[in-house]
């Protein structure tokens, strides 16, 4: 099995800003749908395997309305550096 050198969350479709050139309809960011599933994060993740060096990123809608789930998932993806021994840059 290939090693994975990246992984992604989504957290929220909701955008409160009405860009030009954003891509999302309208029906997907007005809805208030929030990545809710933190504490099954980790042992979703733990039953890869990975590069040494593994890039972390979070989107989605507009991110810092939520600040709190940012923080909730950055620290529970944090863990794998412990679990699986690689170095994590978000």
Known sequence: MNKLSMITVKITDLCNFN????FERSELKDRPTV????DELLPFFNK?????????????????????VIEKVHK???????NKDTKLTT
Not at 19 to 22: D, G, L, N, P
């Open 35 to 38: 990545f809710n599933k933190i």
């Open 19 to 22: 860009c030009s050139y954003c």
């Open 48 to 68: 890869f395997e990975y590069e040494d060096r593994v890039k972390a990123y979070l989107f989605g809608g507009e991110l810092f309305l939520f600040p709190g």
């Open 76 to 82: 529970e993806i944090s863990k794998l550096q412990r």
